[in-house]
């Protein structure tokens, strides 16, 4: 019996790199068909549990000796599990905010945070390899702790904020703080050869993170824009609303914006549906953006905020009024008070005397 566990360890060990990819290949295929269908709420809890292994796995992998040469099988067969187990855990988390996250992204605005959610995903598997050095794993952790806190956080206090996001991360710091002080307490000399090199990852976590944030490319999870429009008249009746829309486009218009036609001096209205999580509340901003070809660069012309509150299915539906005079590309972003993108309307305005053949649309 000995002999088989022997031959299977040998196995595994030579095959380790295998085992990654097919760790990290079903780490994937579940999100993608776990993360699509759940709510955030439920994902919060999904992601806890990849956390909680994680963090395990990581502690267990950074009490083993870093030669190949075991007191015992169940200390061989840890050199093999935990270091496969950080890396299916971690790759799960980031590619469950990946599929979240890209959800409920405004591309135009948050590229930039999945483009660094991307990079994070693909190194864990790239370098899948580092994993037997404890840097490499506990900068990994830390990303992931991170994220799962600026994720649930929200959910839990009901809310969006800067005030909201400064607690994510001093959290994530006390909690990651914790964990390397009782590692420091267990095993202080392979923590201490790793710090000069996570230290810097951290850092530079932290502050990729801060920029994201403020910037606006930071999601605002959980908040989503499931319906969206400009119409030419808007009406709220019986608990609907019911607007005055120009005719659909053809599939190769698609491509770019929606042409709207106005005289110059007619109110448009842009209606937006938030979803998002019952008790929860926040305020949304449609601002109203003209794109000054000459400057280059786009002008804010009107900015409305009103309340919403979560828990209603198709979202909480508002909308603004402007009356846009200058021909051009135009956008109406919503947005959080924080500055964080949760979708754009936009639409090129074309001035012209002749009056759009329009129809009837209820939300």
Do not use: C
């Not at 990946?98 to 992204?105: D, P």
């Amino acid at each position: 019996m000995k002999a088989a566990i022997s031959r299977v360890f040998a196995w595994a060990a030579r095959n380790e790199r295998h085992l990654g990819a097919t760790a990290f290949v079903f780490g994937f295929l579940t999100d993608l068909f776990t993360f699509t269908v759940l709510s955030v709420a439920y994902a919060s809890l999904v992601f806890a549990g990849y956390l909680a292994l994680a963090t395990v796995a990581v502690f267990t992998s950074s009490l083993l000796p870093r030669a190949r040469v075991y007191v015992n099988s169940g200390v061989r067969a840890l050199s093999i599990i935990a270091p496969l187990a950080a890396q299916y855990a971690i790759g799960g988390m980031l590619s469950g905010f990946m599929i979240f996250y890209t959800k409920s992204a405004e591309l135009s605005a948050s590229w930039p945070f999945l483009l660094l959610l991307a990079a994070a995903f693909i190194g864990n598997e790239y370098f899948r390899l580092q994993y037997k050095y404890l840097a490499f794993q506990l900068g990994l952790l830390f990303f992931a702790l991170y994220g799962y806190f600026i994720f649930a956080l929200p959910l839990l206090l009901g809310r969006l904020g800067p005030d909201v996001f400064l607690m994510s991360t001093i959290a994530s710091l006390l909690a990651f703080s914790l964990f390397l002080y009782v590692l420091r307490r267990i095993n202080k000399l392979e923590l201490m050869r790793s710090l000069r090199f996570l230290l810097p990852g951290a850092l530079g976590t932290l502050l990729l993170v801060n920029v994201a944030y403020f910037t606006g490319a930071l999601p605002p999870i959980p908040l989503t824009m499931p319906e969206s429009g400009i119409y030419h008249s808007l009406v709220r009746t019986e608990g609907r609303y019911v607007v005055m829309s120009e005719p659909k486009r053809s599939w190769y218009e698609l491509l770019s914006p929606r042409r709207v036609h106005t005289n110059g001096s007619t109110q448009l209205y842009a209606f937006s549906s938030v979803a998002a999580p019952v008790k929860f509340g926040t305020t949304v901003i449609h601002r109203w953006e003209w794109y000054d070809q000459n400057a280059s660069s786009w002008v804010t012309k009107s900015r409305i905020e009103f309340p919403i509150s979560g828990g209603r299915p198709g979202g909480y539906r508002g909308y603004s009024a402007y009356t846009p005079t200058e021909a051009g590309k135009w956008r109406v972003s919503v947005e959080t008070k924080g500055g964080q993108v949760i979708g754009r309307i936009a639409f090129t305005l074309v001035v012209t005397t002749t009056p759009p053949w329009l129809y009837e649309v209820t939300h």
